[in-house]
């Protein structure tokens, strides 16, 4: 099995590059971040194939980790935004569990965070149902965790932010809505990447995208935030 990493720097992911080429039609809301969005990606990549998306994401992961220990120096926090991309049967059960009981019993990993590091549930109502989200402050060191979490759920993203966890806590109903727009993303996908990368920015936050698979033989991580972010020094673009 061999695997050949890199780290790539795109300026401005508004033009053709190697890390996430971004819509303008998606920011004509935000005009002010057309030509103002960056991104540092980590590829692992497979050279002579065989080799499955854990094992890539695993690489990505090692060498993402070790840079983003710099950014808790300047306190910026790895936390986790969880949502139901999907709606819940609006049952006793259903309340009864909510969030994060749920989430627990389907990935038993999150048992390894703290009760503290959780934040209130938002619970959207609807006539078809109910749909739960809600944050964690995962920790740079739980990367690893929240790369698998992310895979396994659409509504799941990883983003990087300064601000603690209340503060965080009190956006997710704003976080929510942004990412969930009546209209589908391009891709098909129910998750507004972009209405969510745009949130984040307007926090001064970076959204830390999971993207590629096995099957296509490379997998990358993208840290995304303004081009005049602090990140992209801290961590030697």
């Known amino acids: 099995m061999t695997i ?114 959780f934040s209130q549930e938002h619970v959207k109502e609807g006539s078809e149902g109910l749909q739960f989200s809600g944050i964690a402050r995962l920790g740079i060191d739980n990367l690893d965790l929240g790369i698998a979490l992310v895979r396994d759920n659409i509504g799941f993203q990883l983003y990087l932010s300064k601000h603690s966890l209340a503060f965080e806590s009190e956006r997710v109903g704003n976080y929510f809505e942004v990412a969930y727009l009546k209209e589908l993303s391009f891709n098909g996908s129910p998750f507004n990447v972009d209405s969510f990368i745009t949130e984040l920015i307007s926090n001064n936050s970076a959204l830390v995208r999971v993207a590629g698979s096995g099957e296509l033989a490379e997998c990358s991580i993208d840290i995304i935030a303004s081009s005049s972010s602090e990140l992209f020094t801290m961590l030697d673009t």
């Not at 720097?9 to 039609?25: A, G, T, V, Y």
């Not at 994401?57 to 993402?64: F, H, L, Q």
């Open 4 to 117: 050949r990493s890199r780290k790539i720097f795109s300026p401005n992911l508004f033009k053709e590059n190697d890390s996430f080429i971004l819509s303008d039609d998606s920011y004509s809301c935000a005009p002010e971040l057309q030509g103002n969005i960056s991104a540092l990606t980590y590829i692992s990549e497979s050279v002579e194939g065989g080799v499955s998306t854990a094992e890539l994401d695993e690489e990505n992961a090692k060498v993402a980790k070790s840079d983003l220990v710099k950014s808790l120096f300047s306190g910026y926090e790895l936390y986790l935004f969880a949502s139901d991309s999907i709606w819940q049967p609006a049952t006793r059960i259903t309340r009864h569990y909510g969030l994060w009981k749920r989430l627990k019993k389907l990935h038993k990993v999150l048992e390894a965070i703290n009760d503290r590091d």
